[in-house]
């Protein structure tokens, strides 16, 4: 089969808007009258000479192809008519990887230590002294269940199972800093089939908790809360003398030897012990140290399929 002639035909074209939506919809219909040269033609062999769906318009860029209509000519078997019909309001993607993603938010709950209350103030007891046993709570955090369809399984995705974010990234619309989403769950679907694509559906979860300000040695900092967070404490200090450094015990407030882990300072010395007079001072827990070590990799996230 061949095609003789496409033409357009002038009474056959037509172009509609309406408020329908937030931004109004347009529709544009053209039909052309096809002539082949056979009569055994089929309506698919005459479509297949047409543009395919989802072909922009050739002057209204925001509407697209959406529907091909064929009939034959009822005189001549040679002679066909086609209506093509174009919108700016779109069907699903044939392809499927051109989908929206889906995103779905939840809360997820644990139980860690409580340092302080509703009000911002540290929980101590009566003796304002940290409690033996530090109280316990449900605390919730956000998660974000994102699913898209892949036409093949991302190469990255083996390095990801537990990284942290390290670029402020964008979730549905929402920005978060660098250190505050940890990818908590991937799953890969079996293979599935949608027109003539097979695809799997990609399903990652993230977990998002706020960044928090900790005492280091250096001063305050914000680090991250999937970080290793370590209060610095032992039994033994550091000791420097003479160009020397040497592990001697810490000390009580009676000036014997600790049975239990004291405060360090973040440079290896004991809180609140003053060397030169051997006085100590139990420190306040405000001025607790914590040592910082990123527990999980770092890894760029602005590139994953987390929002639309």
Same mark, same amino acid.
């Given at each position: 089969m061949s095609i003789v002639s496409i033409a357009a035909i002038g009474p056959g074209r037509s172009a509609k808007a309406n408020a329908?939506?937030?931004?109004? &919809?347009? $529709?544009?219909? /053209?039909?052309?009258?096809?002539?082949?040269?056979?009569? !055994?033609?089929?309506?698919?062999?005459?479509?297949?000479?047409?543009?395919?769906?989802?072909?922009q318009h050739p002057s209204d860029t925001a509407a697209f192809?959406?529907?091909?209509?064929?009939?034959?000519?009822?005189?001549?078997k040679m002679i066909w008519y086609v209506m093509l019909t174009y919108s700016t309001e779109r069907p699903r993607a044939v392809n499927p990887a051109a989908e929206p993603i889906d995103i779905e938010w939840d809360t997820d709950t644990q139980?860690?230590?409580?340092?302080?209350?509703?009000?911002?103030?540290?929980?101590?007891?009566?003796?304002?002294?940290?409690?033996?046993?530090?109280?316990?709570?449900?605390?919730?955090?956000?998660?974000? &269940?994102? $699913?898209?369809? /892949?036409?093949?399984?991302?190469?990255?995705?083996?390095? !990801?199972?537990?990284a942290v974010?390290?670029?402020?990234?964008?979730?549905d619309g929402h920005v978060f800093d660098l250190g505050t989403c940890k990818m908590k769950k991937l799953r890969i679907s079996r293979w599935q089939n949608q027109e003539s694509y097979r695809y799997r559906a990609l399903t990652i979860t993230i977990k998002i908790m706020d960044t928090i300000t900790i005492n280091t040695k250096d001063g305050q900092e914000i680090v991250s809360a999937w970080d290793a967070n370590l209060i610095d404490e032992g039994l033994f200090q550091k000791f420097s003398k003479s160009g020397n450094d040497y592990h001697v015990p810490c000390i009580t407030s009676q000036h014997h030897p600790a049975m239990k882990a004291m405060a360090l300072d973040g440079t290896g010395v004991q809180l609140g012990?003053?060397?030169?007079t051997g006085v100590y001072t139990?420190?306040?827990?405000?001025?607790?140290?914590?040592?910082?070590?990123?527990?999980?990799?770092?890894?760029?996230?602005?590139?994953?399929?987390?929002?639309?």
């Open positions: 329908k939506g937030s931004g109004g &919809v347009r $529709t544009h219909s /053209q039909e052309y009258r096809v002539i082949t040269d056979s009569p !055994y033609d089929t309506s698919y062999e005459v479509e297949g000479a047409f543009a395919p769906i989802g072909t192809l959406v529907d091909k209509s064929t009939r034959a000519d009822s005189k001549g139980v860690e230590p409580i340092l302080y209350d509703a009000n911002g103030y540290a929980i101590l007891n009566s003796a304002v002294d940290s409690y033996g046993e530090a109280v316990k709570g449900e605390v919730a955090y956000w998660t974000v &269940v994102c $699913t898209s369809k /892949q036409l093949f399984i991302p190469s990255w995705i083996n390095e !990801y199972k537990n974010n390290s670029d402020s990234c964008m979730i012990l003053d060397i030169l139990q420190p306040t827990p405000d001025q607790i140290v914590f040592n910082n070590a990123p527990k999980y990799q770092r890894k760029p996230f602005s590139f994953l399929p987390i929002t639309n």
